[in-house]
């Protein structure tokens, strides 16, 4: 089990040189996108969710550059920079000092409607920064590129390691969903970190093949939307949805039975969704969004929390058929 006091807790990203937490604070609802959620999320209660979380276990927050077109970013550099203003008596210091040593901020490159060019790449970063208050980004992924063609991709990811290369930024991950268009990235080289999402869950493996490939090139390998999008989180909310798409009657068949299972032992589904990525070897982080303060004190608890082994071994059972996963057929 991994907690924050645990040995476990803080460990090596890969080969970056980086150090993280177990578990990464998501970016994407402090955005405010209730299109993708289903709420809203205010300025104010965002940055409450950011102090919290620098004032905490975690040691890193994942955002992007495309979050609510930017707002993510917005609101944590609003953080950083009030968090500066507090320390420096309004001196002019920089974001960077405002937050905890080894605090990591990750963030990503996106396009601009259709356009994913080198020189957007440039762009997306500069947006980046200056939204973050932050002179360099220690982490930028390329973000979602299995939504543009492939062969005309070549020049952001170029562009995106000759930034490493000159030092705008500090290391280059790839995240995405699509494992079949991820691997084909992995297979270009540079990356050294590898984020996938809605693919390795309590219900869901698609990404297994995925992570073994990364982690065979010495990437790290970081996990997000564990929930898949809430239904693991609230399984008796009625969603009906799994990784933004209908769930099939398999998979939603499976989260009632693991959730009735997991009532049985006086567990949160939820609890066990988590325990499932950060407790497993292969994965260095897993992304968890806030929207309030109080979530990443329930997080700590969750992680606490033991799970025994015959629960856990009845939900390897409940797991869908490979052939019900977002992308499980071979």
């Given amino acids: 089990m991994t907690d924050p006091s645990t040995d476990d807790w803080l460990r090596p990203l890969g080969s970056t040189g980086l150090t993280v937490s177990a578990v990464c604070a998501g970016g994407a609802l402090l955005a405010s996108m209730p299109e993708v959620f289903g709420y809203e999320v205010s300025r104010?209660?965002?940055?409450?969710?950011?102090?919290?979380?620098?004032?905490?276990?975690?040691?890193?927050?994942?955002?992007?550059?495309?979050?609510g077109a930017g707002e993510?970013?917005?609101?944590?550099?609003?953080?950083?920079?009030?968090?500066?203003?507090?320390?420096?008596?309004?001196d002019g210091a920089s974001g960077s000092g405002a937050l905890p040593d080894g605090f990591l901020v990750a963030t990503k490159v996106d396009a601009l409607g259709n356009d994913y060019s080198g020189d957007r790449v440039r762009a997306s970063v500069a947006e980046s920064k200056e939204r973050l208050g932050l002179e360099?980004?220690?982490?930028?992924?390329?973000?979602?590129?299995?939504?543009?063609?492939?062969?005309?991709?070549?020049?952001?990811?170029?562009?995106?390691?000759?930034?490493?290369?000159e030092g705008e930024i500090g290391h280059v991950g790839l995240a995405g969903g699509s494992v079949r268009e991820l691997a084909r990235y992995l297979d270009l080289g540079g990356f050294e970190v590898l984020l996938v999402h809605n693919r390795?869950?309590?219900?869901?493996?698609?990404?297994?093949e995925l992570i073994e490939k990364a982690r065979s090139a010495d990437l790290a390998v970081v996990n997000a939307a564990i929930y898949g999008g809430g239904i693991l989180a609230n399984?008796?909310?009625?969603?009906?949805?799994?990784?933004?798409?209908?769930?099939?009657?398999?998979?939603?068949?499976?989260?009632?039975?693991?959730?009735?299972?997991?009532?049985?032992?006086?567990?949160?589904?939820s609890t066990a969704a988590l325990q499932h990525s950060v407790n497993d070897p292969k994965i260095t982080g897993t992304v968890v969004g806030f929207s309030k303060p109080a979530r990443v004190d329930q997080l700590v608890a969750a992680l606490e929390t033991e799970i025994p082994a015959e629960l856990s071994a009845r939900l390897a059972e409940l797991m869908p058929d490979r052939t019900h996963w977002l992308e499980g057929t071979r």
Wanted: aromatic share 8%; with cysteine; charged share 30%.
């Fill in 72 to 90: 993510s970013e917005r609101r944590i550099g609003a953080a950083i920079a009030a968090r500066a203003d507090a320390a420096s008596g309004n």
């Fill in 136 to 165: 360099q980004l220690p982490l930028v992924y390329l973000h979602d590129p299995e939504f543009h063609d492939f062969a005309s991709m070549r020049d952001a990811v170029d562009t995106l390691m000759k930034l490493r290369a």
């Fill in 235 to 269: 399984p008796q909310g009625g969603l009906r949805k799994y990784g933004y798409r209908d769930a099939p009657a398999e998979m939603l068949d499976a989260v009632a039975e693991m959730d009735k299972a997991c009532r049985e032992y006086g567990i949160d589904l």
């Fill in 200 to 208: 390795w869950s309590l219900v869901d493996h698609s990404a297994d």
């Fill in 44 to 67: 104010d209660e965002a940055v409450a969710v950011i102090d919290r979380v620098l004032d905490g276990p975690l040691r890193w927050i994942d955002t992007s550059n495309g979050y």
